[in-house]
Structures are given as C-alpha cells and as structure tokens.
C-alpha cells in the first residue's frame, strides 16, 4: 500500500503545486481581499474534489471488474493523456497572467459556494483523475471504490493544506511572479516534467 501511496502524494503535492486555473484564483483572491477569503475558496474548491472522486470511484470499479484487460486500456490510455497535457502545457504561453481587478468581495458562504461549482462543473478535473488515479491502486482486485476514496481524500488533504499555504503567502508570491519574469518560463518547464513523469510512471 504504501508503495503507491507516498508516489500517490508526491505526484499530488507536485501537480497542486504547478500554476493552474484553482491555484492562480486562490491566490488573486487572496491578494485583493486577504489569506481568510483565500482559505474559503480553497476550501470549496477541494470539497467539489468529493463528486470527482466518486464518479471514478464507481465507474471505473465496475470496469475493474468486468475485465482486467479493459483495466488495462484504461491505464494506458491515461498514461497517454497525461502525454497530452504535457504537450499542450509545451505550446502554451509561459507567461502567467492574473490580476484583482474586477474582483468583489463576497460572503464566506458565497465564496465556497462558487469555489464547489467551479470545480464541480470543470469535465476536466474527472478526466484528469480518470487518468491519474488508476495507476495508483494498490490492490485492484480487492474493493477498488475504499481505494480510490481513500486517494481521493488524500488528494483533497494535500491540496488544502497547499491553497491555504499560497492563501496566506499571497502577498510575498505574487510579489516574486511580479518581480521575476522568467518564473513562467519556470513554471511551464516545471509543469511539462512533472506531466511526462506521472505518465511514465503510470505506464510502466
């Protein structure tokens, strides 16, 4: 179990860490309106992870258990996925825009409300994890949905304790981005790396 798990997390940790969509709004939202709204969001986004979860849970278990080649596919096709985000985090401007403008404050309430929905109604986040949690079973003969509730709760762990790290740190990260031009350039490398490792890893 363990095997898989500590993989689990550093391919976790690294993927939370790298710039995306969720990550760049807590941090704008903590900028304009302090670490406290930050938090809240984060909080909602990681509780949206909860319906994603669920979703590869229980379709990709029934899978599992129909044929273990189909499993298979899935895994090579996930790995192959992963492939493609590479490529495209490749063509992708390395320059990182975000900006408080047009930002209002909002209720607590409000907050994580929105946070939920925007990764709820992202496809994207289901797919990713269709392609990303699979690889990591350790025992997919056994009850694959405890497996993948158990990844699932261990991905919304790690991605909480990072947002609220970024809330809480906006001011001096924001000001390193707006003082180092170049840290796109970083990033995007960064990024394309840790897409090509977590591929090969689940391929092989």
Do not use: C
């Not at 699932?152 to 707006?178: D, E, H, P, T």
């Not at 840290?183 to 890893?201: H, N, P, R, T, V």
Request: charged residues 10%.
């Amino acid at each position: 179990m363990l095997d898989q798990i500590i993989p689990f997390l550093t391919a976790s940790i690294l993927l939370t860490f790298s710039p995306g969509p969720d990550i760049i709004y807590v941090l704008v939202r903590s900028m304009a309106f302090g670490y406290k709204q930050g938090i809240v969001t984060a909080l909602g986004l990681v509780s949206g992870i909860l319906i994603h979860t669920s979703l590869v849970a229980f379709g990709i278990s029934a899978i599992i258990k129909q044929s273990e080649s189909i499993y298979l596919i899935i895994k090579i096709l996930g790995g192959i996925y992963l492939l493609y985000l590479a490529y495209q985090v490749y063509k992708s401007d390395p320059e990182i825009a975000f900006t408080s403008e047009g930002i209002k404050q909002k209720s607590p309430g409000r907050l994580f409300r929105q946070g939920f929905v925007m990764n709820v109604l992202n496809p994207k986040v289901s797919i990713f994890f269709l392609a990303f949690f699979p690889g990591f079973l350790w025992d997919p003969e056994g009850n694959t949905v405890a497996q993948f509730y158990i990844l699932g709760a261990l991905f919304m762990l790690q991605a909480l304790i990072i947002f609220s790290f970024v809330a809480v740190a906006a001011g001096k990260i924001s000001k390193y981005i707006k003082s180092h031009p170049k840290s796109g350039f970083f990033m995007k490398w960064m990024q394309f790396i840790i897409f090509i490792l977590i591929a090969m890893l689940i391929l092989i």
